[in-house]
C-alpha cells in the first residue's frame, strides 16, 4: 500500500504543479482564446437568454428536429458555452483543491492500473501513465472536436498538456509502483 500511496501523492502533486505552470506560466492556452468584440451588448444579450447556470447551444436544440437543427447550425454561428449568469466570488483556493483533488485521484487510479498492469521496466511505466494522457486527452477532446467544432489548435494545446502533465507524473509513478519480480528457484 505504501507505494501505491508514494506513487499517489507525487504523481498528483506532479501533474498539478504541471497544470499550474500550464495555465498560469505558459503562453499556449491563452494565445487559443479569442474576445468577442463590443463584449457588453453580448453580456446583456447572454443575461437575457441565459438565465440558469449550465450549458448553452446556438442554434438550440429544443424545438427542433434534428434536420431543422443541422440546416440552423450550418447557416451558423455555432456557439457552444458554458454559462454561469451573475457575479462570482469564490476564493481562488477553492477550485485549486478541487483541481488538487482530482489530480490526486486520477494519480491514484493510474498507480492501481500500473501495479495491475505489471509492467517490469521504468521506461515501460512512464509509456504507460503517458498513454493513458494521451488516452484521456483524445476521449476528452476529440468529441468537442468532432462534434462542435472546438478550433483544432486548441484541441491540440489541451492533449498535449495532458499528455506532458502525465508524461511527468509517469516519472513518480513508474519509480513507486514496480512488481517484485518472480524469480524462477532451482
Sequence with gaps: MKPILLSTLLGGLIAFVWSAISWMGLPWHEKQ?????NEEALREVIVAGAPAKGMYFLPGPEGRT?????????????VVAAVRPGSHH?????????????????????????RIAGIYSYEGRVLFVMAI????????????WTWWEFPTPWVLVEIADLV???????LAIAAFTARPRRGYQT
Excluded: K, Y
Design 90 to 114: 469564490a476564493p481562488m483556493w477553492m477550485p485549486m483543491l478541487i483541481s488538487l483533488s482530482t489530480q490526486l485521484v486520477a494519480a491514484f487510479l493510474i498507480s492501481v492500473l500500473v
Design 66 to 78: 434534428d434536420q431543422e437543427w443541422q440546416l440552423a447550425a450550418s447557416q451558423g454561428p455555432l
Design 133 to 144: 494522457g494521451l488516452l484521456a486527452g483524445l476521449l476528452g477532446h476529440m468529441p468537442s
Design 33 to 37: 482564446m479569442r474576445s468577442f468584440s
Design 164 to 170: 506532458i502533465a502525465w508524461f511527468l507524473a509517469g
